[in-house]
Nanobody
């Protein structure tokens, strides 16, 4: 059974940091493009950042550039999202996702992704 399991969410004050992890199982994701999406209450799920299979290329949305850092460890089948200088507007459920589509350095749509985790809540208090 293919699974993506996120962890590391929680409650943090503005300016704080969190590190999310996404552990994959059931298949090898080392060839896949991996991404993090987020969904705030009452809003649509949005792409946050993507990373190619080797980790050599990444793409961030403007609102998180310079604050978030995605990385991956293919030996561990795990993707990470280091989130620094968190803001209240970063509050959302964060989802890990994978796609078998060829990587491109840009935003992805929800429909582009083949596998999803169940999400982890990140709450940033002001």
């Amino acid at each position: 059974q293919v699974q993506l399991v996120e962890s590391g969410g929680g409650l943090v004050q503005a300016g704080g940091s969190l590190r999310l992890s996404c552990a994959a199982s059931g298949r090898t994701f080392s060839s896949d493009t991996m991404a993090w999406f987020r969904q705030a209450a009452g809003k649509e799920r949005e792409f946050v950042v993507g990373i190619n299979w080797s980790g050599s290329s990444t793409y961030y949305i403007d609102s998180v550039k310079g604050r978030f850092l995605i990385s991956r460890d293919n030996a561990k089948n795990t993707v990470y999202l280091q989130m620094n200088s968190l803001k209240p507007e970063d509050t959302a459920v964060y989802y890990c996702a994978a796609t078998m589509r060829p990587y491109y350095r840009g935003s992805y749509y929800v429909r582009d992704m083949h596998f999803w985790g169940k999400g982890t809540q990140v709450t940033v208090s002001s």
